[in-house]
């Protein structure tokens, strides 16, 4: 028995000192060392010992193992040193070569257009809230005095999930939510991404965002409306910027109207960008109507209030003289570098 462990141990070291790769070395170790290799097979075979020799063989097999073990453990430090100076001396590194430019994102201009508007409005004492983009039928119409029977609702302009539920098609219902609350005076903002079935052109888009203004408290008239919105224009164009209301119509509000601003491209005196007009459409807005604040549980006797809404893309596509609405969502790196 001492004889064929010595002819394992000689065998063993020649297979070590003769690889010339981890995979061989590795070979080696299940060859002799594995639960079918040579060193088990001798244990296996212990049953035709004498029993009084058993210990003695026992010692030799284990002794004849951690001397493989410890050639084989060297010799794959040897060559794994080797491999990293190898790879060491195959990847060296030119410092003086000149670094590769890292690029940093920033801000869609979408963002820098709502984060402009929300200063401004913060700064006049307006809370901005959020709003579900899941909304019910009663919140998104009814609640903001639009009648079933009403044309927004059809479902080629909604976008209905089931049942009572729809995507938002405008974030005046966080305004319900935040009057059905209860806590007068309001002045707030809701911004927010809203859904309407639009074929995708360059003004229309099937998902859009929203800012809607709503202010209500005791002895509010549309002066108020008039000298908030032309102070917000003013803060967003320049203080040059002059502004017009025209009559119009909305179901949550009476009286309603659509307001302008004057070209801050020309000043007012005609060009391509307000084609030729001198006034350029930025928003509506309105008193809210009576039976919006009686289904909300505000007393139209006692208060009042005014309601607007803006376009956030619409005051993107101006300010920064776009003129094509699917260039903000198309993630072209040219495009969205220039701001």
């Known amino acids: 028995m ?14 070590i000192e003769a690889s010339d790769a981890l995979e061989k070395l590795n070979e080696v170790r299940v060859s002799f060392l594995g639960k079918k290799g040579e060193l088990t097979g001798v244990l296996k075979g212990m049953k035709d010992v004498a029993p009084e020799e058993r210990p003695k063989v026992g010692q030799l097999v284990n002794d004849t193992r951690e001397q493989i073990e410890k050639v084989l453990e060297e010799a794959i430090r040897k060559m794994e040193k080797a491999a990293r100076e190898a790879q060491m ?11 590769k430019k890292s690029t940093v994102g920033h801000r869609h201009p979408n ?54 539920f729809l995507l938002r098609t405008q974030t005046s219902g966080t305004q319900v939510h935040e009057m059905e609350k209860g806590k007068v005076p309001i002045r707030m903002l809701a911004p927010g991404r809203v859904f309407r079935s639009d074929e995708v052109d360059a003004t229309h888009s099937p998902s859009f965002h929203q800012i809607e203004g709503l202010v209500i408290d005791k002895h509010i008239t549309f002066a108020d409306l008039k000298g ?16 017009k209301f025209r009559p119009h119509h909305f179901n949550f509000t009476e009286p309603s109207a659509e307001m302008d601003v004057s070209c801050f491209k020309c000043g007012g005196s005609g ?21 919006v604040l009686r289904m909300s549980k505000i007393d139209p006797e006692e208060y009042t209030g ?34």
């Open 2 to 15: 001492k004889e064929r462990l010595e002819q394992l141990k000689a065998e063993a070291l020649r297979q």
């Open 89 to 99: 001396r195959a990847e060296v590194i030119d410092v003086t070569l000149p670094a």
């Open 111 to 164: 963002t820098i257009a709502m984060e402009e508007v929300e200063r401004i409005f913060v700064g006049m004492g307006y809370e901005v809230v959020e709003g579900p983009e899941i909304e019910t039928d009663y919140y998104n119409f009814e609640a903001l005095n639009i009648p079933a029977d009403h044309p927004a609702k059809d479902e080629q302009d909604t976008f209905y999930i089931g049942g009572d």
């Open 228 to 243: 908030t919105l032309a102070e917000f224009a003013k803060e967003l164009f320049g203080e040059e910027t002059k502004v």
């Open 271 to 291: 060009c391509r960008f307000c084609k030729g007009s001198g006034w350029i459409e930025i928003l509506g807005c309105g008193m809210v109507h009576p039976n």
């Open 306 to 339: 005014f309601a607007f809404g803006i376009g956030l893309e619409r005051i993107a596509l101006l300010k920064y003289e776009i003129d094509d609405m699917r260039l903000l969502y198309e993630n072209d790196v040219r495009f969205l570098k220039q701001f």
